[in-house]
């Protein structure tokens, strides 16, 4: 459990870090520019925050399979019948899903990784809801992190 608990710690922490950094680098865009181009300031946002949560989601699929395939403290199975193996690609789908707190239920953690699970879907969708939050800013007119804005 304990190693569990860590690799939470750890990937939170990663995933945080770069959601900020991402965040602080389209907000310090937006007030760079000159404009009044919200739409672009949008798209802007809206791109590099999917990028962002894409990429979080990879980085947790990696956890994933360290914590399985390397520490061995759980598994992810198939919930029905099936006698394909599961592979990095349902790792992913796991994640992604897990991260937007969608829980389709396919695919089901086994031992502690279900903690792992747990956190990934608190911390997914505390990001989704800051990303909102931060859309809502660029969508009127402001770039939220940014001194100038």
Same mark, same amino acid.
């Given at each position: 459990m ?5 690799? *939470?710690?750890l990937?939170?922490?990663?995933? %945080?870090?770069?959601h #900020? @950094?991402?965040?602080?680098? $389209?907000?310090? !865009?937006?007030?760079?520019?000159k ?22 989601a ?17 598994a992810?199975?198939? *919930? ?6 599961? %592979?990095?690609?349902? #790792? @992913?789908?796991?994640?992604? $899903?897990?991260? !937007?707190?969608?829980?389709?239920g ?8 279900r ?12 990001m989704?809801?800051?990303s ?9 007119g ?8």
């Amino acid at each position: 459990m304990i190693q569990a608990i860590l690799l *939470s710690i750890l990937v939170v922490g990663i995933c %945080t870090t770069i959601h #900020y @950094f991402v965040l602080k680098w $389209v907000s310090d !865009t937006i007030a760079q520019r000159k404009s009044t181009a919200h739409g672009q300031n949008l798209g802007l946002a809206v791109g590099a925050i999917t990028f962002a949560h894409v990429i979080e989601a990879l980085i947790y699929t990696l956890f994933f399979l360290w914590a399985v395939q390397g520490l061995q403290i759980g598994a992810l199975n198939a *919930s029905g019948p099936t006698d394909e193996p599961i %592979t990095m690609m349902d #790792y @992913f789908y796991f994640s992604l $899903v897990n991260f !937007t707190t969608l829980g389709r239920g396919d695919l089901t953690p086994l031992g502690h990784l279900r903690f792992l699970t747990g956190i990934e879907a608190f911390h997914g969708f505390l990001m989704i809801t800051a990303s909102g939050s931060f859309v809502l800013q660029v969508m009127g007119g402001g770039a939220p992190l940014s001194k100038k804005g």
